[in-house]
């Protein structure tokens, strides 16, 4: 039976730092044997670590979309919208990391990219050499719903700052004006003009102290 998959690794991984540390020293006779010797150590492994077969590979394309729809959290709310914005270390972007067979199958999950939570007004406050100008924003939120298919829309927007406000929501709402299902705001102020066949729902905070 092989070694379990972490003892390889951890093996695997002193042979390297052996190796690495070896590199940089002045290479003699002695040296180059060892170097040669740990190589000899590292393939078996390595090999060894490319041929495990890894079980949840083995699961219908389909089988691992449900899993990642269900590690999504829920809509945010307005008062803790901003712990919802895209993470990392959070599904949909978290099984983008893991492997290529991962990414390719989340990146295919329309589900997953149906709701968005952006906050202008943190973007805004990040220093001006590093900040991203709002064409670059609309571009990746675009990207975003664009992998969602024809899902209906839910998008979070924070831009309580009155120049976030006024520079940053025309362009991010008008091309999805379409396909929301649901959108939440945190505006300092909103006028709504809408005619009463619109077919654009719209759901809206009850506790909006800042609207009037």
Not at 11 to 37: C, K, M, P, Y
């Amino acid at each position: 039976m092989l070694p379990a998959n972490v003892d390889l690794r951890t093996h695997l991984a002193n042979i390297e730092a052996l190796i690495a540390a070896l590199e940089q020293r002045d290479v003699d006779t002695e040296l180059s044997s060892r170097l040669n010797a740990l190589e000899d150590v590292w393939w078996p492994i390595q090999h060894q670590l490319d041929n495990i077969i890894y079980p949840v590979l083995t699961l219908p394309p389909e089988i691992l979309s449900n899993i990642f729809m269900e590690c999504l959290h829920t809509p945010p709310a307005l008062e803790d919208s901003q712990k919802y914005g895209p993470n990392l270390n959070l599904a949909p972007l978290l099984p983008l990391q893991v492997c290529r067979t991962w990414r390719e199958i989340a990146l295919s999950t329309p589900g997953l990219w149906d709701s968005l939570h952006v906050d202008l007004d943190r973007l805004i406050r990040v220093p001006r050499d590093v900040r991203l100008p709002y064409p670059e924003i609309e571009r990746i939120i675009a990207d975003w719903f664009g992998r969602a298919g024809a899902c209906p829309l839910t998008l979070s927007l924070c831009c309580e700052l009155r120049r976030t406000s006024a520079n940053g929501t025309h362009g991010i709402l008008h091309p999805f004006v379409q396909r929301l299902q649901s959108l939440y705001l945190r505006v300092p102020s909103l006028e709504l003009s809408t005619r009463s066949q619109s077919r654009v729902p719209l759901k809206l905070f009850s506790t909006a102290p800042r609207l009037h």
